[in-house]
């Protein structure tokens, strides 16, 4: 079991950054991997960016090149830079951890991007 505490959403022009974080009530070297999700209203969610235990990491075609998901292992947390944001970026952003198959989730942060 694991609880996921994210923050740093809010609001931002387009073109604007935000960081968000995950912090994770374990030692996030036991998790296979985190991720960050988000659903926009009448979507689906969908996978952003994601990081695996071993430190790999995957990117929505959408984002490569402007998000950066890394994480710090001292502070068990796991961040999404969001640089050159857009206003299809804006929805509510989850945290994800992975463990023996079972996913577990933050309550969500929203991001909302003006144009």
């Known amino acids: 079991q694991v609880q996921l505490v994210e923050s740093g959403g809010g609001l931002v022009q387009a073109g604007g950054s935000l960081r968000l974080s995950c912090a994770a009530s374990?030692?996030?070297?036991?998790?296979?991997?985190m991720g960050w999700y988000r659903q926009a209203p009448g979507k689906q969610r969908e996978l952003v960016a994601a990081i695996t235990s071993g430190g790999s990491t995957n990117y929505a075609d959408s984002v490569k090149g402007r998000f950066t998901i890394s994480r710090s292992i001292v502070k068990n947390t796991v961040y999404l830079q969001m640089n050159s944001l857009k206003p299809e970026d804006t929805a509510v952003y989850y945290c994800n951890a992975d463990i023996d198959t079972m996913a577990h989730w933050g309550q969500g942060t929203q991001v909302t991007v003006s144009s």
């Open positions: 374990r030692n996030i070297l036991t998790i296979n991997a």
